[in-house]
């Protein structure tokens, strides 16, 4: 009987040090990702377009000049509300996942972290996909960030002509799932692996520094894996190249009509921001979660 209450402060536990890591990473690293968002958004007919970004620092310096230095938090407000539940649902299924990908093994394998990664990411994208939809819509307004639209207000707006449907709010669905699945499997998949190969540190620098460096290699092979999915994704929860015409549908499908009209390059248009967000953004996430969950139990032992 001992187990209910014992997983329901494990899974309290989990809120508290999720939400943490998520609302740290997402406050740091979020300028990289509205800038990744605006290089996937270009499509071929970007280039003759004055406000045309021929790289991250191109990019970052138009905004800043056109938009302002606070422009770079545009759409900052729904990944920060969704971090807690967002992390609190990838940390603990990831966890009740591992036991159901054991396969009669006594301990986790590196298919056991792999799977349950792909499952945790598959959860997770269906619970954050319309607050995706809001913060695309958000980050690719070009306009002084005093004169962009409240996050409420771009919401109702996009309910009220779209819907909440696949067509609506949870555009791009399916992009979202194949994104944060393929991220999460290489993610846990690399992380525990490589982890458990490691020996640990009594000391506590090298010990962070340690985590820090598996963190870190886990988010860059995960960004570099999953970017024809994120750029897929932002074609197609992003404005459409003419207003009033879908161009872009599917998951496959877009890849597959921005490989024609664009080359295999534009299916990793924004990944350096992608890895330079990601890289360090994963080690401050796993490192944030593991010492305020650690500190946790400390407060609140058995």
Not at 87 to 105: I, S
Not at 280 to 285: E, H, S, T
Request: aromatic share 12%.
């Amino acid at each position: 009987m001992a187990d209910g209450p014992k997983l329901l402060k494990q899974a309290a536990m989990q809120i508290g040090a999720g939400g943490s890591a998520g609302f740290v990473e997402v406050c740091i690293m979020h300028p990289l990702d509205l800038v990744k968002t605006r290089l996937q958004l270009q499509g071929a007919q970007a280039l003759g377009d004055p406000h045309h970004y021929a790289g991250v620092a191109d990019c970052m310096r138009k905004m800043y000049r056109a938009e302002g230095f606070l422009s770079f938090w545009k759409g900052v407000l729904p990944p920060v509300l969704v971090e807690t539940p967002k992390r609190a649902v990838k940390f603990f299924t990831f966890e009740q996942y591992k036991r159901f990908f054991l396969f009669g093994a006594s301990s986790p394998t590196p298919l056991t972290f792999s799977l349950a990664g792909l499952g945790a990411g598959v959860t997770e994208a269906i619970l954050v996909n319309p607050f995706e939809v809001v913060k695309v819509t958000l980050q690719s307004n070009r306009a002084q960030l005093k004169e962009v639209p409240r996050t409420w207000t771009v919401t109702k707006q996009i309910i009220n002509s779209q819907g909440i449907g696949l067509r609506g709010l949870n555009k791009g669905l399916t992009a979202t799932i194949g994104r944060n699945g393929v991220f999460n499997m290489v993610y846990f998949g690399f992380y525990h692996s490589v982890k458990g190969y490691l020996p640990e540190y009594e000391e506590p620098v090298p010990e962070f520094l340690r985590k820090v460096g598996i963190g870190f290699v886990s988010g860059t092979l995960a960004s570099c894996v999953n970017i024809p999915f994120d750029v897929a994704k932002s074609r197609i929860q992003g404005p459409q190249p003419v207003p009033g015409e879908v161009k872009y549908r599917t998951t496959l499908g877009s890849m597959a009509l921005v490989y024609r009209e664009e080359g295999w390059r534009a299916l990793y248009k924004g990944l350096v921001p992608k890895v330079m967000r990601l890289g360090p953004g994963g080690a401050i996430m796993l490192v944030v979660y593991d010492y305020v969950y650690h500190f946790l139990l400390h407060k609140f032992p058995e």
